[in-house]
């Protein structure tokens, strides 16, 4: 199916039972964002707000909730997306078997961006912010978010639709001190393609332009998110993936988007930042109020009867999580092809999906030593932790591919690899003094942080414990050893109240242990608020470890010591406390909860869902 606008799939998908429409008027402050996550955590479908408070707009959300309705909306696409960017990363495949990749440039005739003459396109009116659905997600945030926008800049160097950005940077419409109608904030750092952009334009002396895309088919929100082959624009990509060349002109010096839902245009000038949040964000934490660019409000405009899209991030599973798998099918083995030597590499979406890595790599530098160690691997962690996203991690577990069977997704069975085998004398490696994801503030101020690598290769060294060592009870002035998996265990301790206090504690801790005996069958202590809360489930686990701390501040060894500068120890512990400088976790208003209990009732619009 070709999706020539929004509309066109929201009937589609109600058409095969993907969608609902919720015909009762819906408060955009909190309720359509907790009936969002309702309706997504019970693997509900797609949702229509038909009446949304104080806006003559409907809003839809949950379109890419599931994998299996994101590849039913791309249908008639997806394959042929698959071949081009295959083909991207690895060109001579089409020369290997031209009748294969035939249809790709087909596909890639539809690609090119299409202009347009005249000015706005039919049906399109010019509004004000106000007018659109103000979408509040969470009760701590600092006003209305666009969280589905594309934001479309150009290189001031080289202005044109070719050398133009389409990222997802979340926008705020109120709140702060933002002039309602007259200035947005755009949220976004200076690595980013559109930070490039302000950077140059900046240097000119000169304001960027910026026009913000809302709406229109789907493929184009996908668009922005997706991490493209070098030299394929995210508009060749809208145009690839909905099978329609993106269509465009310009109106007052701004690109518009003739596809789009809405469209705000406006500038960003040198210098000029306004505090931006809080935003309750997808590592499960609000990120905090900091100051950001402001962007001066030139136009807005609506196509007739426009649809806002919508998502509501938190703690993971979200519908970015649907969203990240889908990129992970499109892109393919794009990582393989970019960093030699690598075979997989999983972001762990339960930690937040930017704390924590698995990769498996090759490991051929030492073939003939009878002790095998971490060796290319090193050199190819390096590589990860320096390509793009995947430079925001903080802990990057990484194995060789000695075991065919093992695969980075299954997160037990790949953490139970790792620990039976890792040399703890040998084995971790740290970088601090290093950046990590802004949104994280597990570290040491914002964008600054630390990071490890835990390597491992050669035959297992230890049976892990698959139920806590005595070891690790009655120790004093720690409680609720809970094991976690085999070879993890968490304990209790009291509440953190400075690193200089935590020191102690964790020297006493360490002390404790080894005056005990030796502990091999546990190589991993977690230190935390609540040891049930964390040992439940291993998305617990994941979420609260690798979310609330900071490498270089919050690891510590049994027995540890240096030799050469290389820190060692006998048992790794790991405090994952919550600081007095994190942000704090997301919690659903108890009281909005209750009110749209309203919408789930017998004869209401959502009553066929079921709900826990």
């Known amino acids: 199916m070709i999706y020539s606008n929004l509309e066109e799939c929201i009937n589609d998908l109600e058409k095969h039972g993907h969608l609902i429409r919720i015909h009762e008027e819906v408060d ?31 809003a839809v959300s949950n379109l890419f909730g599931t994998v299996e309705r994101s590849k039913f909306i791309f249908r008639d696409t997806l394959e042929s997306v698959q071949k081009v960017i295959a083909l991207r990363n690895d060109p001579v495949k089409a020369l290997k078997n031209p009748f294969k990749y035939i249809g790709t440039g087909l596909a890639a005739s539809k690609a090119l961006p299409s202009k347009k003459s005249g000015s706005l396109p039919a049906g399109f009116q010019e509004i004000q912010v106000c007018d659109l659905p103000l979408i509040k997600h969470w009760q701590e945030d600092g006003g209305a978010f666009v969280t589905l926008p594309q934001v479309y800049s150009e290189d001031p160097e080289k202005p044109g639709i070719m050398n133009s950005n389409l990222g997802m940077y979340r926008v705020q419409l109120s709140g702060n001190e933002y002039e309602m109608n007259k200035e947005v904030g755009i949220h976004y750092q200076i690595h980013r393609g559109i930070g490039v952009h302000q950077d140059k334009a900046n240097k000119q002396g000169v304001p960027l332009k910026v026009s913000i895309f809302i709406g229109g088919p789907p493929a184009h929100t996908l668009s922005a998110v997706m991490p493209l082959p070098e030299g394929m624009s995210e508009l060749t990509f809208a145009g690839l993936l909905s099978g329609r060349r993106f269509r465009y002109s310009y109106v ?110 090759s490991e051929r530098y030492t073939p003939y030593q009878q002790i095998k160690q971490p060796a290319e691997l090193l050199t190819i962690a390096n590589r990860i932790l320096g390509t793009g996203q995947l430079s925001l991690a903080k802990y990057l577990f990484i ?33 601090t003094n290093t950046t990590i994801d802004t ?3 597990s570290g040491t101020g914002l964008n600054t942080g630390s990071k490890v690598v835990f390597a491992a290769v050669g035959d297992k060294k230890r049976d892990l414990c698959t139920e806590v060592p005595d070891i690790l009870n009655g120790l004093q002035g720690f409680a609720n050893a809970s094991l976690v998996m085999p070879g993890i265990v968490a304990i209790q301790g009291s509440k953190f109240i ?48 690798f979310t609330r701390s900071n490498p270089s501040h919050d690891i510590y060894g049994v027995n540890s010591y240096y030799e050469n500068k290389h820190w060692a120890c006998d048992n790794v512990i790991i405090d994952a406390r919550v600081k007095p400088h994190q942000a704090p976790p997301l919690i659903p208003d108890p009281t909005v909860a209750k009110n749209i209990e309203r919408l789930f009732v017998k004869g209401a619009s959502l009553s066929g869902i079921q709900i826990s």
């Open 28 to 58: 955009p402050n909190l309720e359509m964002a907790a009936i969002h996550m309702k309706v997504f955590e019970a693997g509900g479908p797609a949702l229509l707000f038909e009446h949304v408070k104080g806006s003559k707009y409907r």
């Open 252 to 361: 007052d010096g701004y690109c518009i988007s003739h596809d789009a839902d809405f469209v705000i245009t406006g500038e960003i000038h040198p210098g000029e930042t306004k505090p931006e949040g809080p935003f309750g964000d997808h590592l499960g934490y609000y990120s905090l109020t900091h100051p950001f660019p402001v962007m001066r409000v030139h136009k807005v405009y609506a196509k007739q009867g426009g649809i806002f899209p919508f998502t509501v991030v938190g703690r993971p599973p979200q519908e970015d999580t649907a969203f990240g798998e889908l990129i992970h099918e499109l892109t393919g083995d794009a990582i393989r092809q970019e960093i030699p030597g690598v075979k997989e590499v999983h972001a762990v979406d339960a930690a937040g999906v930017h704390p924590l890595l698995f990769a498996i790599g």
């Open 399 to 431: 194995t060789a591919e000695e075991n065919r069977a093992l695969s980075t997704h299954h997160v037990e069975d790949f953490l139970t690899y790792i620990l039976e085998r890792i040399d703890l004398h040998r084995d971790i490696h740290f970088q």
């Open 439 to 441: 949104l994280d503030y």
């Open 498 to 545: 400075n690193y200089t206090e935590a020191q102690q504690e964790l020297k006493g801790l360490c002390e404790a242990i080894q005056a005990k005996g030796q502990l091999s069958s546990c190589p991993m202590i977690i230190l935390c608020d609540d040891s049930r809360f964390i040992s439940a489930e291993i998305n617990n686990f994941l979420w609260v470890t």
